[in-house]
């Protein structure tokens, strides 16, 4: 990686508690969302990029309110918190 084009960004990341947290990280053009807790960090999901654009573009309109931003960024990755567990929780019962 240099300084001037990276090849993994983390575009946004969000505490969850105390020592973890969940993350939109781009590697490579792709969008996934991550888990970091620890020493245990796990890629949860591909990103749709079609999701991703549209929450990009939502940033770009709101870049003079951060407060908008994080309030729209912290609602869509509880929205996928809340996805993944049902989804896992689902997984576990079949």
Same mark, same amino acid.
């Given at each position: 990686? &240099?300084?001037? %084009?990276? =090849?993994?960004?983390?575009? +946004?990341?969000? !505490?969850? %508690? %105390?020592? *973890? @947290?969940? @993350? =939109?990280? +781009?590697?490579?053009?792709? /969008?996934?969302?991550?888990?970091? !807790?620890?020493?245990?960090?796990?890629?949860?999901? #591909?990103?749709?990029? +079609?999701?991703? +654009?549209?929450?990009? *573009?939502?940033? #770009?309109?709101?870049? &003079?309110? @951060?407060?908008?931003? %994080? $309030?729209?960024? /912290?609602? /869509?990755?509880?929205?996928?918190?809340?996805?993944?567990?049902? /989804? &896992?929780? $689902?997984?576990?019962? @079949?």
């Amino acid at each position: 990686m &240099t300084k001037h %084009n990276k =090849i993994i960004k983390v575009v +946004e990341r969000i !505490a969850v %508690n %105390n020592n *973890s @947290s969940l @993350s =939109i990280v +781009e590697i490579c053009g792709i /969008y996934y969302l991550m888990s970091f !807790a620890g020493d245990d960090n796990k890629i949860l999901k #591909e990103l749709d990029k +079609e999701e991703i +654009e549209r929450i990009i *573009s939502e940033f #770009e309109k709101n870049k &003079t309110s @951060s407060v908008d931003r %994080n $309030a729209s960024i /912290y609602g /869509y990755l509880c929205d996928l918190q809340k996805k993944i567990k049902t /989804y &896992t929780g $689902a997984r576990k019962k @079949s």
